[in-house]
């Protein structure tokens, strides 16, 4: 504080932070310290490895607050600065500190427990990849990284982290999911013209799961990728459009850009008055397996004993 001075001048907050001239980045001045029995601010690195006696921050301290930030930023650009910091980085890294053990444990520790996340991150990708289920009757999945900390920390009773529980694995799927689904969309935004296919089926428990197909063009090659479920409320054609729209909407792609539209033959899809095939840019080519599958179907249509064969079978598989 100075006297005679109508607005005193004190150490504050600022005084502890470095403001970038450029970027405003704001950054904490570490190295700093106060000290409220002599009412100055020291440098600790200076205190401790330097004895240049012209340096203050580093002998009897600094309290000329009118000047703070010309001399700060001074001292943190000088040389004797910079080398005692270089010191002291050094000094708490290798040798010298008194918490090296602990620090050497734990950074083991932590290492370990990255590695375990990276293995179990492996085996679900590797499931994934090969479509495979998490329990099976091949359960001889992993490395010896994986079985030597089974052994280790297996059993170990509820509140010891194993990371090895359904929990992580599909908080792992979730977050490989979404990143697949950037990817894509990154893609189908860098090729920009793209076409669709849209296709309700039943899944594994006989409810119906409306799917949803892209097909781009990249640099090296045609990309045909299944983008994802649709929400659907009904099956009219206007229901299924809305939800399509309303998907690429969400994710940025301009549906303008999409150029050819494939579906079933089903009315509601390809219907002349209310289906979904109604964008001008995008031509309409009806799914040429559907097709044949149609063909096969009224081809059997015709023979009694096939009839009642696959209905029997139908009946059975709704049982
Ligand atoms: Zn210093």
């Not at 970038?20 to 440098?43: A, D, F, M, N, Q």
Request: aromatic share 12%; net charge negative.
């Amino acid at each position: 504080k100075y006297e005679n001075e109508q607005h005193p001048r004190r150490c504050t907050r600022s005084t502890f932070q470095r403001v970038h001239t450029k970027s405003g980045e704001v950054s904490e001045r570490k190295w700093l310290i106060y000290s409220p029995t002599s009412g100055s601010v020291y440098c600790f690195p200076c205190k401790l490895f330097s004895n240049n006696q012209k340096n203050h921050f580093g002998n009897a301290g600094f309290q000329d607050w009118k000047h703070a930030d010309r001399a700060l930023s001074m001292h943190e650009n000088s040389e004797p600065h910079c080398r005692a910091m270089v010191n002291l980085t050094t000094h708490m890294d290798t040798e010298g500190s008194i918490d090296k053990c602990l620090v050497t444990q734990y950074r083991a520790e932590k290492q370990y427990w990255r590695d375990m996340l990276h293995c179990v991150l492996n085996v679900v990708r590797s499931l994934a990849e090969h479509g495979l289920a998490f329990c099976d009757e091949n359960e001889n999945f992993g490395s010896p990284f994986l079985a030597q900390h089974i052994n280790k920390h297996g059993n170990m009773g509820r509140g010891h982290a194993l990371y090895l529980s359904s929990t992580i694995s599909e908080e792992f799927i979730a977050l490989l999911g979404e990143k697949v689904f950037e990817h894509i969309v990154k893609e189908l935004k860098e090729a920009k013209y793209f076409s669709v296919s849209v296709d309700s089926t039943p899944d594994i428990s006989n409810l119906d799961q409306l799917t949803c197909v892209v097909r781009y063009v990249l640099p090296n090659g045609p990309v045909e990728c299944f983008r994802t479920f649709l929400d659907f409320e009904t099956h009219s054609g206007q229901d299924i459009a809305k939800s399509l729209l309303q998907f690429f909407e969400k994710i940025g792609v301009n549906i303008a850009d999409c150029r050819g539209q494939s579906y079933d033959n089903a009315s509601n899809f390809s219907g002349k008055y209310q289906g979904i095939e109604r964008s001008e840019n995008a031509v309409y080519i009806p799914c040429c397996t559907h097709s044949l599958n149609l063909v096969g179907q009224c081809a059997v249509d015709c023979c009694f004993t096939a009839i009642s064969f696959f209905s029997f079978v139908q009946k059975l598989c709704f049982f």
